[in-house]
T-cell receptor, first 116, second 112 residues
Framework: EAGVAQSPRYKIIEKRQSVAFWCNPI?????LYWYQQILGQGPKLLIQ????????DSQLPKDRFSAERLKGVDSTLKIQPAKLEDSAVYLC??????????????FGPGTRLTVL | GDSVTQMEGPVTLSEEAFLTINCTYT??????LFWYVQYPGEGLQLLLK?????DKGSNKGFEATYRKETTSFHLEKGSVQVSDSAVYFC???????????FGAGTRLTVKP
């Protein structure tokens, strides 16, 4: 089966510019996650969707980050305006359901963002 | 809150050496525990998992046992290969959390 798809793979922008990332989860996966992975650290959850509803966005910097999952399939993550500290790899993951032993998440290859 | 602590790296080993990467966790409930691996330029891949105490997860020669008494989930492999060079992440997920909590990662380099 096809894995989680993300695009673009790499993006370089200047600070204060905007950027958007796209994710297509595994078919049939109801739960979608966006993670931020700063160099040398483990991934940190930004936002979680269950179908097209937001389950948890407590760690999303809402003054500059936004995300949507229209129709409960694809998702986009946007940063506007970008700051230097946003340089990171943005990972999208999906799972059949949330929580417990069924929370096996499948990750996409990530988008590496560099903010200059 | 729930969290994972794993040994700092980097770890450098010779081929066929024994590998241990320590991982301990803090959780209020009964979490599931995972090891993910990230090869250069790729996303995270699930390596193995254990969903309850005393379970042993295994895959590709790697093993980890869920130890509730010591709140640990150490990753081991008896004989590493150059192809095992990657970053390894310990993680947990519980019914109390919506998300996967990751450790900081341990970079393993295996030299021929």
């Amino acid at each position: 089966e096809a894995g989680v798809a993300q695009s673009p793979r790499y993006k370089i922008i200047e600070k204060r510019q905007s950027v958007a990332f796209w994710c297509n989860p595994i078919s049939g996966h109801a739960t979608l996650y966006w993670y931020q992975q700063i160099l040398g650290q483990g991934p940190k959850l930004l936002i979680q969707f269950q179908n097209n509803g937001v389950v948890d966005d407590s760690q999303l910097p809402k003054d500059r980050f936004s995300a949507e999952r229209l129709k409960g399939v694809d998702s986009t993550l946007k940063i506007q305006p970008a700051k230097l500290e946003d340089s990171a790899v943005y990972l999208c993951a999906s799972s059949l359901r949330q929580g417990g032993s069924y929370n096996e998440q499948f990750f996409g290859p990530g988008t590496r963002l560099t903010v200059l | 809150g729930d969290s994972v602590t794993q040994m700092e790296g980097p770890v450098t080993l010779s081929e066929e050496a024994f590998l241990t990467i320590n991982c301990t966790y803090t959780a209020t409930g009964y979490p599931s525990l995972f090891w993910y691996v990230q090869y250069p330029g790729e996303g995270l891949q699930l390596l193995l998992k254990a969903t309850k105490a005393d379970d042993k997860g295994s895959n590709k020669g790697f093993e980890a046992t869920y130890r509730k008494e010591t709140t640990s989930f150490h990753l081991e492999k008896g004989s590493v290969q150059v192809s095992d060079s990657a970053v390894y992440f310990c993680a947990l997920s519980s019914y109390n959390n919506n998300d996967m909590r990751f450790g900081a990662g341990t970079r393993l380099t295996v030299k021929p």
